[in-house]
């Protein structure tokens, strides 16, 4: 059994900024004593000699060959922009000021 007291609830409200009614730190020190044996039940079970895994299947990712393929002309890609000048897009300045 963990050592989860009302008293370090209530201080722990404290230290989040958090106001706890006394419902809820009832119920939060249930919890939180629940939370800490399930950790300490885990740290018994994970010894050295078991490899720690983020996933039980082994994963690996599959990438593909990264080669240049054909691309659009800088004509054809502005041929349907509603405004363009110099060869790039133009928009409207989001911030409310031109940079």
Not at 23 to 47: F, P, R
Not at 63 to 87: H, I, K, M, S, W
């Amino acid at each position: 059994m963990s050592e989860i007291t009302p008293e370090l609830v209530r201080h722990l409200g404290v230290l989040a900024r958090i106001q706890l009614n006394d419902d809820e730190v009832s119920k939060l020190t249930g919890q939180l004593d629940a939370i800490v044996d399930n950790i300490a039940k885990v740290s018994e079970v994970a010894t050295a000699d078991v490899v720690a895994t983020s996933h039980p299947i082994a994963l690996a990712n599959v990438f593909r060959p990264d080669v240049v393929g054909e691309t659009l002309t800088r004509e054809q890609v502005l041929q349907n922009a509603p405004d363009a000048v110099d060869g790039r897009f133009r928009v409207t300045a989001i911030l409310g000021e031109e940079q």
